[in-house]
């Protein structure tokens, strides 16, 4: 089953000599269920694209399909509902609100998307955030700090996890640790996970690795490495 369908998808930014390819006639299709890597160097598109699966950048041209759905043609509301029911987002950066403890934050989440706070409290859980509660995100690890980004992610119970260079502020240790949370959440709750970077050795931890290069999707590499038995 594909969770999503990508069809010679093109997108250009700016016009004329200030135009700029991020996306060069693309196509690739993402199993459902997979720890998905997307694998590229800075400026190859990974991030127009990952911006274009979850309904945050439309396309010049080509076809996107989410769940048999045709996203490219959404309108604003409908991306906007697609995004709050099916898309959890982790970012580089973690986006936490610095005036909200680490729970506010999780249940901010939980309250745009109608759901009980309880389930905040079990999104905590799942990344082993259980002991800080109360902690402010200043009083919070980096590797904290993007648990709790995590957690804010799912808390809503998305379909997939977009992360766009989860690690990519974190040193390696905290950065497999994190990797680990991410794989152990797809493994246990099935949550599909398509995470960006530009890392070799983060590559190796995914089910399938999709190489990008000039804006085109080069290679799909299944299982890269066995996988460990953790
Ligand atoms: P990656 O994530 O692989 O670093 P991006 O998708 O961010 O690549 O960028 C692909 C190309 O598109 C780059 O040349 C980048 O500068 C350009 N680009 C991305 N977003 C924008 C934007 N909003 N406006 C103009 N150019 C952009
Ligand atoms: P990073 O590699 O640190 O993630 P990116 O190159 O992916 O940074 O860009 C981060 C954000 O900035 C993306 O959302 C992208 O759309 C936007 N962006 C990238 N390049 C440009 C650009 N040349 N002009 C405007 N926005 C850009």
Redesign the pocket.
Known sequence: MNLYEVKALT?T??ENQGK????NNTSVNIEKGKFIVVL????????????ILGGM?IPTSGQVTFNQMDISKYNKKQLTKLRKEKIGFVFQSYNLLPSLTALENVEFSTEIAGLKREVAKEAMALVGLEERYNHFPSQLSGGEQQRISIARALAKKPEVLLC?EPTGALDSDTGVKILHVLKSINKGQGTSIIV?T?SQDIAKIADVVIK?RN?EVVEVIENPTPISPD
């Open positions: 997108k930014y700016g700029v390819l991020a996306l590229g160097p800075s400026g190859s598109g990974k991030s127009t694209l990952l911006n950048d766009d960006i530009h990008m804006g």
